[in-house]
Nanobody
């Protein structure tokens, strides 16, 4: 089993910054993909925000390129999402995900609200 615990969400003004963290524990394999997804208010589907492989390759949704940075510490099985220049449309519940051996696991989600 795999457990994911997220932290770092909150309320921030437009233009501000937040850093999300997600620590994975349990049966973690050395080769995996960790990432962040978000579900905006009123939307049923989660949107991929950013992912990073265990080798460090990254991919971002177009709307966050240049503002968000995903990184990871493999020794700690932890993934981070540095979010700068936040906009009201970034408001969502952010979920951490790890995918290994074809199985995906989710965290409980952390609320990010961008509002003045």
């Amino acid at each position: 089993q795999v457990q994911l615990v997220e932290s770092g969400g909150g309320l921030v003004q437009p233009g501000g910054s937040l850093r999300l963290s997600c620590a994975a524990s349990g049966s973690i394999f050395s080769s995996n993909i960790m990432g962040w997804y978000r579900q905006a208010p009123g939307k049923q589907q989660r949107e991929l925000v950013a992912v990073i492989t265990s080798g460090g390759s990254t991919n971002y949704v177009e709307s966050v390129k240049g503002r968000f940075t995903i990184s990871r510490d493999n020794a700690k099985n932890t993934v981070y999402l540095q979010m700068n220049s936040l906009k009201p449309e970034d408001t969502a519940v952010y979920y951490c995900n790890i995918n290994q051996l074809g199985y995906g696991y989710w965290g409980q989600g952390t609320q990010v609200t961008v509002s003045s």
